[in-house]
């Protein structure tokens, strides 16, 4: 359908409000050319509405509009590019959803546009009745394109029907089912072979534990509903919750192009989100000594209100995100601590070491739980397997051993020399850093090879997104790549800082893995946007190379530790950590809480100095 | 200095850390034996894995005036040698990148019996 209002000229509010605007006349808004609808009105009528309408404002035009039955009359009030025919069915679907079904009734007597045509409704309403036969007969009516389609459509609704059947016992019924249509509409021998296997099932609850399936009175014919929608033609059927997509879309575009992603697009529909300089992290608030040596690990704990840092020192600290104190100080290791992971709950931290051991340890004692040997040279890395009371360490041994927390091994698995391990959040993805270039990806639940990533040179550090889509790889010649891990292919680089032969942790960052970041060897901290490559930012705060970068959400800050024996705080300000002073738009405030230096050497925390500096893009 | 991952070397002729057992170096890396440290005798490398180097210090040695770093083993960070990083004398550059290791200190992971030196001999 075509949008004739185009003649008319553009019409907008303010046009309607001029009062020797000529377009005015509403006369194009109903040359549309509607199906059945009433013809244009005569000349005549829009005459005697000119001289009205002229003198009028368009709070007075509006005002005509309720109480009129005649869509002839209706004057829209601008151009649209999208088809109003689209626009208000949606609407319609949205009003018939959300159960304001007068203003349904009376959007569709004045529109004159029905959301679903009289045999569609039909459809669905026997769908959701259960009245196969009918279903069958209206199928060809409802638009399906195909034969293929129509087969594929009929087996569904087929398949709910032998599956109603067995469910009441009607065996027999289930079976003609069964042999005279079902078989005949695919191809599938297996899923034949399954749907006949149903047959055996001795009682009700088999039958929906073994289809999956949850019973005629459950949302199963619902879920028939939607699958059926793929073969009929959106036109004929609009697919359910279209605007809620839509806007979901929107969304999700809004938050591709935020260039500083790091805060939930949760300011509504209204306005386009986009996360301001502000709220980027960009100083430094706090400075956090107490390391003896060069810091090699530091991870936010999941619930953000503890860091754990391991160093070069043989310990381990436990810093409080509140007071920036320390909270407990762990020793025992016999020799650096590369490594640490916190569990899921918040409450344990494994270290891994290159004295051969991981020690697990209890956050809220302080004190040592657990010691792992099993490693014969270093534990370089390990990850817990999403619950409390396993995790997975990997070391320059070729072993991967995957751990209880009570000391036993659950598995030992020989690989290649593990540089590094990352598992994905549901855990059925590992991946491996092996010591020579490549990263390989096994299914964690199977433990099967999956595929290989190929680098050109030795992979330094990995890191794997929440979504386990994409993952980055920091190598020793100083490049940074992103892999997408559906495709298997290299779609990123980032550039800017420096990387030799040390390792230095790379990270996701930002609200939804948006940003990257890296430390380097020049000291600074780099962060770049992950969708556009756009180097973000440059941060100073350290005088040696920084060794590993993390980020948090729930923290809202990045964490950044260094072989200057410190770590350092950027917080990005969200207004939501509560050890942050009120004013969120000040940011020379930090001062205020950081003058307590102790005497000894416990912890330091030292504010924003003129040490610091950022360069911001 | 960083965090480095520990090399391990494959090949014939695995020199390793005494104490620690870190792989340093492979036997063809060996350029000459005629050299002598603190301990005793000396090699002199052309590559070397899993050693850290100090501060560079200014001294006086048999050839000449040299400037050096002591290397450490990456482990048990125990003192193993040193490398050249510049040679005054201009008959001694040919020093200057190279790695010193001194035999006390290393032996020869593919021999068990490690104490006599004429374990050098092929």
């Known amino acids: 359908m075509t949008n004739s209002r185009g003649s008319a000229g553009q019409l907008t509010a303010a046009d309607a409000r001029n009062e020797g605007s000529p377009d005015l006349n509403g006369n194009g808004s109903t040359a549309d050319a509607r199906d059945s609808q009433s013809p244009p009105p005569d000349t005549g009528a829009t005459n005697g509405r000119d001289t009205a309408a002229l003198a009028d404002t368009s709070d007075t035009l509006l005002k005509r509009y309720p109480g009129q039955e005649q869509e002839t009359q209706r004057i829209c009030l601008r151009d649209s590019q999208f088809e109003e025919e689209q626009v208000v069915r949606l609407l319609l679907q949205e009003l018939h959803d959300r159960g304001f079904t007068d203003t349904f009734n009376q959007l569709q007597r004045e529109s004159g546009f029905t959301l679903e045509n009289e045999p569609v409704s039909q459809f669905r309403n026997s769908v959701l009745a259960g009245e196969w036969s009918k279903v069958k007969d209206s199928l060809s009516t409802i638009g399906i394109q195909t034969p293929d389609n129509l087969n594929a459509a009929l087996f569904l609704i087929k398949r709910q029907q032998f599956l109603e059947l067995l469910e009441a016992r009607q065996l027999k019924q289930a079976l003609l089912v069964l042999q005279n249509e079902l078989s005949t509409l695919t191809n599938d021998i297996q899923q034949l072979h399954r749907l006949s296997g149903l047959l055996m099932c001795p009682s009700v609850e088999d039958l929906r534990t073994a289809a999956d399936w949850d019973g005629s009175s459950g949302r199963s014919r619902f879920v028939v509903l939607e699958s059926l929608q793929t073969y009929i033609s959106p036109g004929s059927m609009v697919p359910v919750h279209r605007m809620e997509t839509l806007f979901g879309q929107a969304l999700a575009y809004q938050c591709d192009a935020c260039k500083y992603h790091v805060r939930p697009a949760n300011q509504g529909l209204y306005i386009d989100h986009m996360c301001p300089t502000s709220v980027f992290p960009q100083e430094l608030q706090f400075s956090l000594k107490g390391h003896q040596d060069e810091v090699w690990y530091v991870a936010f704990s999941p619930d953000g209100r503890y860091l754990a840092s391991g160093s070069r020192d043989k310990t381990c600290i436990i810093w409080s995100m509140s007071d920036f104190s320390i909270v407990h100080r762990f020793n025992g290791h016999q020799n650096e601590v590369a490594y640490i992971a916190w569990s899921p709950n918040s409450k344990y931290i494994v270290s891994a070491s290159s004295d051969r051991t991981l020690r697990l340890w209890d956050v809220e004692d302080g004190t040592q739980m657990q010691v792992f040997s099993g490693h014969e040279e270093t534990v370089t890395s390990c990850k817990w397997l999403g619950t409390n009371d396993r995790f997975i360490s990997g070391g320059l041994d070729h072993r991967i051993i995957i751990w209880d927390i009570n000391g036993t091994i659950v598995k030992q698995i020989s690989s290649p020399r593990v540089h590094d391990l990352a598992v994905s959040s549901d855990c059925s993805l590992l991946l491996v850093a092996d010591e020579k270039t490549d990263i390989h990806a096994y299914d964690l639940t199977t433990l099967t090879f999956m595929y290989s990533l190929n680098e050109p040179v030795e992979v330094m550090s990995m890191a794997l997104s929440a979504d386990a889509r994409y993952c980055i790889t920091g190598l020793r010649n100083g490049e940074l790549h992103m892999w997408d891990l559906d495709t298997r292919t290299l779609v990123r680089d980032f550039s800017g800082h420096t990387q030799g032969q040390y390792v230095i942790r790379c990270t996701f960052a930002g609200q939804d893995d948006r940003l990257v970041a890296t430390g380097s060897e020049d000291g600074l901290l780099f962060v770049w946007n992950r969708n556009t490559g756009q180097l973000l930012a440059r941060l100073r705060g350290h005088t040696k190379t920084i060794n590993v970068c993390t980020w948090s959400d729930k923290a809202a800050a990045l964490a950044t530790s260094s072989d200057d024996k410190t770590i350092c705080i950027w917080p990005a300000y969200r207004g939501a950590p509560s050890h942050r002073p009120d004013s969120t738009d000040d940011l020379s405030t930090s001062d205020d809480d950081d003058d307590e230096s102790h005497a000894d050497d416990k912890s330091m925390v030292s504010g924003a100095h003129s040490t610091t500096s950022i360069d911001m893009f | ?122």
Not at chain 2, 51 to 69: L, W, Y
Request: proline fraction near 2%; hydrophobic fraction near 30%.
């Open chain 2, 1 to 122: 200095m960083g965090y480095m991952h520990q090399t391990f070397l494959d090949g014939k002729g695995v020199f390793a850390c005494r104490d620690c057992h870190t792989h340093f170096t492979l036997r063809k890396s060996i350029e000459s034996r005629q050299y002598s440290g603190q301990y005793g005798r000396a090699v002199l490398l052309s590559d070397i894995v899993n050693v850290r180097v100090g501060e560079p210090d200014k001294r006086s040695m048999t050839t000449g005036m040299h400037i050096v770093q002591d290397i450490y083993c990456m482990r048990c960070n125990k003192y193993v040698g040193w490398t050249y990083v510049r040679a005054f004398e201009p008959e001694q550059k040919f020093k200057e990148g190279k790695f010193i290791l001194e035999r006390e200190l290393i032996y020869d992971i593919s021999r068990e019996c490690i104490r006599d030196s004429s374990d050098w001999i092929e």
